[in-house]
């Protein structure tokens, strides 16, 4: 068995830090994304006050975050025994059931491309092609999320 290795906090801070700007970038909410990461490297979960420190805000400004993240499936409440805290948990398959709910997005992100193009009128209008464009890749993964679901299970479970 191998040895664990002591915790090395700033480098676990920076990937953490690093990471949450990610999501940020690419279109996530900052103080949700800087939640999740708080939580995502946590052995078990973390009360808003703690969160807070992690984070370093307040425990109010952690509570839209952590109802957002809860909204997605991502993160879930447990009661802390003998308090009225609770504390906020990551979900071990988060990733998977994040985007199981969001699986019939697709569809509609299709069909909205096509009413796009369609209301354009002139297929070979620039706007009418990229609006089909989009439906045809959205119908493409649309078709392709359950083999790659089914796919990550297997390679989950090995």
Known sequence: MPRSQPRDERALKAAVDQSAAVLTAAGFPRMPARVLMALLVEDGGLTASELGERVGVSAAAIS???????????????????SRRDRWEFLDDAWYAALVSKSSIYGVIAD??????????????????????????????EQKMPELLAEWETEREA
């Open 112 to 141: 909205l491309g096509d009413r796009a193009a369609d209301a354009i009128g002139d297929e070979a209008h620039h706007g009418a092609r990229r609006a089909r464009d989009m439906a045809r890749f959205y119908r493409f993964v």
């Open 64 to 82: 839209g975050a952590v109802r957002y993240l809860e909204q997605l499936g991502i993160l879930h409440r447990v009661p802390v025994a003998g």
